[in-house]
């Protein structure tokens, strides 16, 4: 009978952070404090728990050492934006890729996932880079509710990806393992996904296809050299699959990446000649109203040095630690930040640090209801209903992988539920739970893996976080302008000049602004959701069993 009570107070939390998210339009962050004082107060009247303000003190500091990297990233990236170092480098892709869109797409997807990569939050990469490159990506044709997916993917494989994952930070908490060797997982993990999502996401398919687009020379290029590049990963992997000797512990890893990049390989080849691109090459000139276009001659590529010194800091981090010793993220970032002050523009130190402050209050105060939530888990003894379940499923009589395929299933529906509510929460109740129940793997693998389907949630109802601030950046992006009426009445003969230069479409008529709202960000990011989980569960399958220890 005790289990059902536990999950009472689980269900009974739950409603309470629907209700008042949904309902009473609360933020996410105060709706799972609430909840939490619900699950310690109906403990206390039916269980006989202790009911003591030492709990809730306790748990709002669970995630204390996260706050702090989000709060001194959230400033440094502050500090790129106010010195013009974002912006710097937004034009000068631009300008480098003006005529390779395809390229350009793929650029500005690591351009978004990069704040996610140092600050460990999604919402740093929508607020940030999102923003900035949200109005040049419309400029190209893209659908709003595709530019708005492929920002969220963004920004949610940037929050996955190293150095820097808050996740797989909380799970190592639970099941006591150390911070390292997550690197290149995560790389596997989630550059072939990003690679994939822009492929998806900016192409077209039949009515959807404007005619006004075609495959023109530059884009049958660019997209001959992609898939070039691809190709030539692919044939590595499989010469070394092929020159490795049987008994080599990461052939079957070799295997797996090789079918990955081959994958990879034809799904750029399909996408060109099945499908018409929606990218279409940039005038400069028309991208004046969003970009500061002389900010590269305004500006000295020094700009860019505390981008700089944080890589280089994060690099001798990881190959010299006896030298330049641990100084932690928090320090790192606040040492990069330093130089921004100085560098670019004039920049007022006190008001780009509140800034900063001020634009990490929402993932602060998610992280401190997180940490009371999993502190009333805790404490009601809900948490521990969910880790004997989990570590009590049953196997089956397959061999080889196939024998957790329960707990596969519970991954899969799980697991990406609960991120609804919090990634970090899905993480921490759920992820420490299942690396421990697949107790035969790698724990460093199904640890990556495990945060990669939790944060397949941000898409997902109740807070849907990353989709639900990608429709808010795209609605504020600045609309594709039609054509003025006053070139509609020009002169017969100045148009036929014009014709005889260059295509030019025929006017388009101003359409009445769009709201885009967050579920149709997950429907347009419906099949790269399914692909990404799909592709995490068979890298826990396959790829933690054979990695090199």
Known sequence: MIWEIELLYFAAMIVTFVVLLLVAKMPSGLALMCSAVVGITLGAIFSGTEWNLRHLIEG?????????????????????????AIEYISVFLVKIFKK??????????????????ITGSSLAAIVSCGAIVAPIMIKMGIPKKKVGAIIAFGAVLGMIAPPINVPVMVICDVVDIPYSGFTAPLICLTFPLAIFVVLWLSRGFGKEAPKRIGMNKNTLIENIVLSSILLLVSLT??????????????????????ILFTALVIG???AVWLRKPYCEEIIVEELADSLNLEITSELKPY?????????????LQSVLPRSVGLLGSPLLFVIAFIPSLFVGRKVNAFKVVSDGIAKSISAMALLIGVGMFVEALT??????????????LPMTSMANQWRYLWQYISIAIAVPIFGGISAFGSASILGGPFVMALIGYNEIIVSSALSLVAAIGEFLPPTAMSATFAAKTVNEALDVKALPDETIKEDSEELDIKLSREEVSQPEV??????????????????????????????????AVHWPE
Do not use: C, W
Request: aromatic share 12%; charged share 10%; proline share 5%.
């Open 510 to 543: 101003s359409q009445p602004k769009e709201e885009i709202k967050y579920i149709h960000i997950t429907k347009t990011a419906l099949v790269p959701l399914i692909v990404t989980l799909a592709y995490a569960l068979l890298f826990i399958m396959f790829v």
């Open 268 to 270: 750029s080849i399909l």
């Open 379 to 392: 404490l009601t003894g809900a948490r521990g209903y969910f880790v004997i379940n989990a570590l009590s």
């Open 303 to 315: 700009v860019l040095a505390p981008l700089f010194i944080i890589i280089i800091l994060f690099v």
């Open 237 to 258: 992997f499989l010469i070394l699959y092929l020159s490795s000797p049987k008994e080599a512990s990461n052939k079957k890893l070799l295997l797996v990446l090789f």
């Open 60 to 84: 709002s500091f669970g995630y204390f050492d996260t706050i702090l990297v989000i709060i001194t990233a959230m400033i440094f990236i502050a500090g790129l934006k106010a010195s013009g």
């Open 100 to 117: 390779a869109p395809t390229v350009l797409l793929l650029v500005f997807m690591l351009l978004v996932m990069l704040p996610g990569m």
